[in-house]
C-alpha cells in the first residue's frame, strides 16, 4: 500500500464505532476464529492438495475468488476452493458469522436473528443449518457407570415441505390415531450417564433392534442401565451383558437403593421440550440439528459464539 492511500486509512479510522474499533483490533490481533479456520483450511489444501470431487492430488491454481484462493482440477476440470464440500461453502458475508452464531447461542428464532444480522431470512435458514451439520454428529462415542435411558416424543411435522405425506392438519387438531402412532408422534432416544454424557438418535419406532443398531459398542458391559418397564429396554440390557434397574414408576417406584433412576434423562427432556418451544413446531427432518444444538448449549456451562464455531474446526481433519 502506497504512503497516501495507507494515510487515508488511517484519517477514516476516527469515524469507527466502538465495535468496530474492537473488531479491527481483533483482526490485527489475529483471533478472529473465522479467519483462522479458513486459514487452517486453505493450509491443508497447500500441504495436501486434493480435488474434493474426484479426489485427485493433480491441481492447479486458478485465480481468486473473494480473497480466497480457487483452484482446477486438471483430471475432473472443476474448479474449487478450500471450503468446498464442507459446511461453509458457498457462504457469504463472513464478517456477520459470528453475530449469527451468537443468536444462534441466545436461542432466537430465523426472523430475530435476520433481523438482527440485517441478513435475509432464507440466508438466516441457511446459515442455521450448515452451522449445525456438525453438532448434530457430535454425540457420546462412549457411555460408562450408571446409564439412565428413556424416549420423549416429537409431533411428526412436514413444516416448510412443498408436498405433504398425509393431509394437511391445522394447529390444535387431534392426532388422527390414539397413542404412539408412527403417523403423529416421533421417538426420540436419550441415553445419559452421570458424566453428562448424551447419546441421542431419531428413531422410527423403539425396539431391541433398533436399540442395538444404535447403541452398538456405545455402552461398556457391565454398566448399569436404568430405564422404565418397556419391553425393549429389558431385552437390550440382557443381550448386551448390562446390569438392568427397571423403574415401575405407575407402581411408584422411581428410585431403587436410592441411587438407581432416570431421573436426570427425564429432566433433560423437560429442558429440551421448553426450548424447543420457541420454535413452534420443528420439522422432522431437522430434528437431528435441533436436538445437536440443545446438547452444545447443555454441554457448555457458558457458551459463546467463539465455541460453537470452534466445532467447526472440525472441518479441517475431514
Request: charged share 30%.
Amino acid at each position: 500500500m502506497i504512503s497516501a492511500q495507507f494515510n487515508k486509512l488511517l484519517a477514516s479510522l476516527e469515524h469507527l464505532t466502538d465495535k468496530q474499533v474492537k473488531d479491527v483490533e481483533a483482526s490485527l490481533r489475529g483471533d478472529n476464529i473465522i479467519q483462522l479456520i479458513v486459514a487452517e483450511l486453505e493450509q491443508r489444501m497447500i500441504d495436501k492438495p486434493q480435488c474434493p470431487h474426484c479426489y485427485s492430488g493433480l491441481i492447479n491454481r486458478h485465480g481468486k475468488a473473494g480473497l480466497m484462493q480457487r483452484y482446477r482440477c486438471k483430471n475432473c476440470l472443476k474448479t474449487f476452493n478450500a471450503v468446498t464440500n464442507t459446511p461453509l461453502a458457498r457462504l457469504h458475508y463472513k464478517e456477520k458469522w459470528l453475530d449469527y452464531l451468537q443468536c444462534m447461542i441466545g436461542g432466537k428464532v430465523l426472523r430475530e436473528s435476520a433481523k438482527t444480522c440485517d441478513i435475509n431470512l432464507k440466508t438466516s435458514f441457511r446459515w442455521r443449518h450448515r452451522f449445525l451439520q456438525l453438532p448434530a454428529t457430535m454425540k457420546a462415542s462412549l457411555l460408562e457407570g450408571i446409564i439412565e435411558a428413556d424416549e420423549t416424543l416429537f409431533a411428526r411435522s412436514e413444516k416448510g415441505s412443498r408436498t405433504l405425506k398425509r393431509k394437511a392438519r391445522k394447529r390444535g387438531m387431534k392426532a388422527a390415531k390414539r397413542g404412539r402412532s408412527k403417523d403423529d408422534w416421533v421417538p426420540v432416544l436419550t441415553v445419559r450417564d452421570r458424566g453428562k454424557h448424551t447419546y441421542e438418535a431419531v428413531l422410527s419406532s423403539v425396539s431391541t433392534e433398533q436399540l442395538n443398531k444404535e447403541l452398538r459398542g456405545k455402552i461398556i458391559k457391565d454398566s448399569v442401565l436404568c430405564s422404565d418397564g418397556f419391553r425393549p429396554y429389558i431385552k437390550f440390557a440382557q443381550g448386551n451383558d448390562l446390569i438392568h434397574k427397571r423403574l415401575d414408576v405407575a407402581a411408584g417406584i422411581r428410585v431403587i437403593e436410592k441411587v438407581f433412576h432416570i431421573q436426570n434423562v427425564n429432566a433433560y427432556h423437560s429442558r429440551l421440550k421448553a426450548w424447543m418451544e420457541r420454535f413452534h413446531g420443528v420439522a422432522t427432518k431437522y430434528l437431528e440439528n435441533y436436538l445437536g444444538w440443545f446438547r452444545f448449549l447443555e454441554s457448555n456451562e457458558k457458551p459463546n459464539k467463539n465455541n460453537l464455531f470452534e466445532v467447526q474446526q472440525h472441518l479441517v481433519g475431514t
